[in-house]
């Protein structure tokens, strides 16, 4: 099993551009989760997804939309990138498992937005 | 009330030595709570979870204390080792919300010196 793949691992955007980020699990898990890491600020929750078809916000979600079309991918979409959307982005998905969740991540993409 | 504040930011240690590193929580329903690990360029991963009827869970050289009316819990690492430099999160979920959904302490980077 690859577990969560993400990809790119960079990206450069320039003001006002889009782009997506993509994730994708092969564990069959249901719970998806998009998080952005800031130094000093752990990780915050962007959005999330219970199952294919449902998705919810989570802490941090302005600027930031999703898709869950399936159970193995989760993207997020970024409209009319900011300089405050420079960080690491991280994809994780879990099972429940006598009513805990172990999150398992993916590798990260580093974004900048300039 | 969703908060989970962590503490200390940083922490050097000697090789051998006992790494201390503390979260504290408001939200009194929060009944799960994981330690994860994450090593530079990767995403975390699972160390050790407690559940708050249990004041102490130990794995290997890990263990979490859990002070349930103080709100408070810790993990120590013993015999510290160069290969335990990273950094540590703790953090907080609500089993019953049925989404997985993790909040997260703001990270502590440990290093231990040889």
Sequence with gaps: NAGVTQTPKFRILKIGQSMTLQCTQDMNHNYMYWYRQDPGMGLKLIYYSVGAGITDKGEVPNGYNVSRSTTEDFPLRLELAAPSQTSVYFCASSYSRTGTYEQYFGPGTRLTVT | ?114
Aim: net charge positive.
């Design chain 2, 1 to 114: 009330q969703q908060q989970v504040k962590q503490s200390p930011q940083s922490l050097i240690v000697q090789k051998g030595g006992i790494s201390i590193i503390n979260c504290a929580y408001e939200n009194t329903a929060f009944d799960y709570f994981p330690w994860y690990q994450q090593f530079p360029g990767k995403g975390p991963a699972l160390l050790i979870a407690i559940r708050p009827d249990v004041s102490e869970k130990k794995e290997g050289r890990f263990t979490i204390s859990f002070n349930k009316s103080a709100k408070q819990f810790s993990l120590h690492i013993m015999d510290s080792q160069p290969g335990d430099s990273a950094t540590y999160f703790c953090a907080a979920s609500l089993t019953i919300s049925n989404t997985g959904k993790l909040i997260f302490g703001q990270g502590t980077t440990l290093q231990v010196k040889p």
